[in-house]
C-alpha cells in the first residue's frame, strides 16, 4: 500500500515539475522582450541643433551634437561631438562647452567626458579657456563641478590643479587643489 502512495506522491511532483517548468520558460521570453526594449533608443538624431528658451523668453542654452540618442525609459540623452553654448545673462557672451561624448539627465544636468573644453566668449573676461577630462553641468544652476585634472587660462598665466567648481553667473571660479601657476605671455 506504501508504494502507492509514494507512486502517486512522484507522479504529482513530476506533473507538478513538469507545469511549473513550462510556466518559467513562457516568463522568460518576456522578461528578456522588457530587456531589450531598454536598450533601444527611443529616437535617434545626426547633426541636432536645439535652442532652449528660459520663462523669460531669452535664450538660455543651445546644443549642437554630431548624433544623439534619447532612451525615454533609463530618463537620459547621449551626445557625441556636443557643443553648449550657456547664455548666463541678457547682454553678456555665452560660455562654449565642447567635448567627445555627453550625456544629458532629465533634471537638467549634463555630464561631458573627452576633451572637455570651455571656452568663454566675452573676450574681456580673465577667464577664457577651461580644460579638463569630466565635468557636470548643471544648466538651471548655471554651475559647474569636476574631480578631474584642470587647466584654466587666460590672456596672460596658466593654472594647473585637480579639480574645480564655478558658477557661471557670478562668474566665481574655485579651484579645489591647486598645481601651479604660470604668468606671463602664452608663446
Given at each position: ?43 535617434l538624431a545626426s547633426n541636432m541643433q536645439t535652442r532652449l528658451f528660459n520663462q523669460q523668453g531669452q535664450l538660455a542654452h543651445s546644443i549642437y551634437a554630431d548624433s544623439m540618442e534619447h532612451y525615454d525609459l533609463l530618463g537620459f540623452t547621449l551626445f557625441q561631438q556636443p557643443r553648449y553654448k550657456i547664455f ?100
Amino acid at each position: 500500500m506504501k508504494r502507492i502512495y509514494i507512486s502517486i506522491a512522484l507522479l504529482f511532483l513530476l506533473i507538478l515539475a513538469t507545469n511549473n517548468l513550462w510556466w518559467l520558460d513562457s516568463e522568460q521570453p518576456e522578461s528578456v522582450k522588457q530587456d531589450e526594449t531598454f536598450l533601444q533608443p527611443n529616437y535617434l538624431a545626426s547633426n541636432m541643433q536645439t535652442r532652449l528658451f528660459n520663462q523669460q523668453g531669452q535664450l538660455a542654452h543651445s546644443i549642437y551634437a554630431d548624433s544623439m540618442e534619447h532612451y525615454d525609459l533609463l530618463g537620459f540623452t547621449l551626445f557625441q561631438q556636443p557643443r553648449y553654448k550657456i547664455f548666463v545673462g541678457e547682454g553678456e557672451a555665452p560660455w562654449e562647452v565642447t567635448a567627445e561624448q555627453g550625456t544629458l539627465y532629465e533634471d537638467n544636468r549634463i555630464q561631458l567626458e573627452t576633451n572637455v573644453k570651455i571656452v568663454s566668449q566675452d573676450k574681456d573676461g580673465f577667464i577664457r579657456t577651461v580644460t579638463t577630462r569630466f565635468i557636470e553641468i548643471n544648466l538651471s544652476e548655471k554651475t559647474m563641478h569636476s574631480d578631474q585634472s584642470v587647466i584654466i587660462s587666460g590672456d596672460n598665466y596658466t593654472i594647473s590643479g585637480n579639480g574645480f567648481s564655478a558658477d557661471l553667473t557670478s562668474k566665481q571660479f574655485e579651484l579645489l587643489d591647486h598645481v601651479q601657476t604660470i604668468y606671463g605671455k602664452k608663446s
